[in-house]
């Protein structure tokens, strides 16, 4: 299966700052990625479809300016929590499709973001 | 709303046993259906996905797609406390990678 990466694996910040997280394809090209969040003991919530060369799509109730992201190069999107708050502590995972005919996707590690 | 649903479990089976995981969908426009498997702490890793009514095999697990009546399942044979885990059931739409999840099902294998 292809491999994506998520950097950094965890990362603890204070309110008000701005983190920014790394998503990328390790073996193969990604026209488009996917951001997700996941609540402790819940499931995966779509955040945004990162488009590479394009502005992301942002899922309803997702704040696009607070999360902005960056889709530079057909291996690598970026993610960027701005400003942020406790409330945004979270396990953040990217995704890029697989080159089957199924539709799969594949994740990356994810991102565990601690706002103090 | 499209809607994907899971019991949330825990579904506890002993070792060696065939664990059986269900997920409902609403849309009958869904295409392909996805399982997931998460450990705690993880992120997902695809077990494996079926988008044709009927039986698909890959090992010690088996897809069961119904379009009819709007369920997918997932068997797992001889069971192994390794696959205590949670399992997420994913499903698009045609012509999507986007994908709709379910809340999963936490499955514990007693050894």
């Known amino acids: 299966g292809a491999v994506v990466s998520q950097h950094p694996s965890w990362v603890i910040c204070k309110s008000g700052t701005s983190v920014k997280i790394e998503c990328r394809s390790l073996?193969?090209?990604?026209?488009?990625m996917f951001w997700y969040r996941q609540f402790p003991k819940q499931s995966l919530m779509l955040m945004a479809t990162s488009n590479e060369g394009s502005k992301a799509t942002y899922e309803q109730g997702v704040e696009k300016d607070k999360f902005l992201i960056n889709h530079a190069s057909l291996t690598l999107s970026t993610l960027t929590v701005t400003s942020a708050h406790p409330e945004d502590s979270s396990f953040y995972i990217c995704?890029?499709?697989?080159?089957?005919?199924?539709?799969?996707?594949?994740f990356g590690p994810g991102t565990r973001l601690t706002v103090t | 709303q499209k809607e994907v649903e899971q019991n949330s479990g825990p579904l506890s089976v002993p070792e060696g046993a065939i664990a059986s995981l269900n997920c409902t969908y609403s849309d009958r426009g869904s295409q392909s259906f996805f399982w997931y498997r998460q450990y705690s702490g993880k992120s997902p890793e695809l077990i494996m996905f079926i988008y044709s009514n009927g039986d698909k095999e890959d090992g010690r697990f088996t897809a069961q797609l119904n379009k009819a009546s709007q369920y997918v399942s997932l068997l797992i044979r001889d069971s192994q406390p390794s696959d205590s885990a949670t399992y997420l059931c994913a499903v698009t739409t045609s012509g999507t990678y986007k994908y709709i999840f379910g809340t999963g099902t936490r499955l514990k294998v007693l050894a």
């Open positions: 995704s890029a499709p697989g080159a089957g005919r199924g539709y799969e996707q594949y």
């Open positions: 073996d193969f090209q990604a026209t488009t």
